[in-house]
Nanobody, 114 residues
Framework: QVQLVESGGGLVQPGGSLRLSCAAS????????MGWYRQAPGKQRELVAT??????TNYADSVRGRFTISGNAKNTVYLQMNSPKPEDTAVYYC?????????WGQGIQVTVSS
């Protein structure tokens, strides 16, 4: 089992910045990638960004150029959110992919509003 704990969410103004953090513990030896997903009210959960232990990254078109994912993708992953927009408001979930399955954090609220 892998446990994921997110931190750093909250209220941010449009055009500001916010950094999300996720710490993994437990059977992390089997983890090969981590990432962030989000779910806005009334919408399906969607991918935001992922990173592998090899350093490869992938971004949703809607955040590319504004958000940056980093971390070792084994036990830490971060999401630097620059120039957020109101449409980025959602619950953000940390995700870990391992050879035996995937794991989710409990989610953290990010609200972009003036």
């Amino acid at each position: 089992q892998v446990q994921l704990v997110e931190s750093g969410g909250g209220l941010v103004q449009p055009g500001g910045s916010l950094r999300l953090s996720c710490a993994a513990s437990g059977s992390i030896f089997s983890v090969y990638a981590m990432g962030w997903y989000r779910q806005a009210p009334g919408k399906q959960r969607e991918l935001v960004a992922t990173i592998t232990t090899g350093g490869s990254t992938n971004y949703a078109d809607s955040v590319r150029g504004r958000f940056t994912i980093s971390g070792n993708a084994k036990n830490t992953v971060y999401l630097q959110m620059n120039s957020p927009k109101p449409e980025d408001t959602a619950v953000y979930y940390c995700n870990a992919q391992s050879v035996v399955g995937q794991y989710w954090g409990q989610g953290i609220q990010v609200t972009v509003s003036s």
